[in-house]
């Protein structure tokens, strides 16, 4: 498995760096007057990727947040019915055997 896993890292550093290589005209980017430069296009495109995983990590981050509310909240929920559903049982009805005496 440690192979598999190193000949996809190593594929995927290869489709990087050609990627990179192929992709190096410059772009210009322009905001108004506050931004002005230029920059490759493959950097473009990483920094556009990289703050998207950012972006979609956070929001799973305050979904899990949310479900582990949820999941507390239920879990209070059913403890709270088994105290109920054992006050409510009638108790336990004990019968007393009779010994011969000796």
């Known amino acids: 498995m440690k192979t598999i ?14 990627f990179s290589v192929e992709n190096a005209a410059p772009v210009h980017l322009k905001y108004y007057n506050f931004f002005n430069m230029d920059v490759p296009i493959y950097m473009l495109l990483f920094v556009s990727l990289l703050i998207g ?24 929920t059913i403890r709270d019915l088994r105290k109920e559903l054992h006050a409510n049982e009638p108790p336990p009805i004990i019968e007393e055997t009779k010994t011969p005496i000796d």
């Open 5 to 18: 896993s190193l000949i996809l890292l190593i594929v995927f550093a290869f489709f990087i760096v050609t």
């Open 53 to 76: 995983v950012v972006i979609t990590g956070f929001l799973g981050i305050i979904e899990r947040f949310r479900l582990n509310r949820t999941i507390s909240r239920l879990n209070k």
